[in-house]
Each structure stands twice: as structure tokens, then as C-alpha cells.
């Protein structure tokens, strides 16, 4: 994980950019586009997201590190999971 802001907000965009071009491939591609869109959102995201282990996720010592390196801006610990839930629903198999 990038030790500053600047570049976890860099990699997070990086990762929103390869969604969209999968996203729009998947549109694009007319062989059962909405099916895969479909497949991502209602199975595969909620699959990557019931894998997140939240008793770890929410540890005090998690807790006090977003805390500490948020200055005031608790989204960052957000981006990041919402990042590892993109790149896992968009994993090629």
C-alpha cells in the first residue's frame, strides 16, 4: 500500500481506469455485456466484499492508523477497500 495520499489516490484513480475500460469493453463487446455487469455488481462485488475479513478490517490497531494518517479525511481507508473490491470483481479468471 502507497505510503502517502497522493500516491494511494494515484493508484486508486489507476484502478478506476482500468475498470472503466473493462466496463466499457464488456458494453462494447455485445457477446452478453449486461450479463457480465450484472455478474460483477450482484455476484462477484458482493462476493469480494463478504470475503473482506472486518474483524480485522475494523482492528483498533487498523482503526488508529486510518485515524492517525487521515488528518481529518477517514475516506482514505474507504478508497482503498472500495479499490480491492474493483480490481477483485474485475480479476480476469
Do not use: W
Amino acid at each position: 500500500m502507497p505510503g502517502d495520499r497522493g500516491a494511494l489516490m494515484h493508484e486508486v484513480l489507476l484502478s478506476c481506469g482500468e475498470f472503466e475500460k473493462d466496463f466499457a469493453a464488456a458494453l462494447d463487446s455485445g457477446k452478453g455485456g449486461g450479463e457480465t455487469i450484472r455478474v460483477i455488481f450482484e455476484e462477484k462485488l458482493v462476493a469480494a466484499l463478504r470475503a473482506l475479513n472486518m474483524r480485522e478490517f475494523y482492528s483498533a490497531k487498523n482503526v488508529k492508523a486510518v485515524i492517525d494518517a487521515a488528518d481529518g479525511y477517514v475516506i482514505t481507508r474507504v478508497v482503498v477497500v472500495v479499490r480491492d473490491a474493483v480490481r477483485a470483481c474485475c480479476a480476469k479468471s
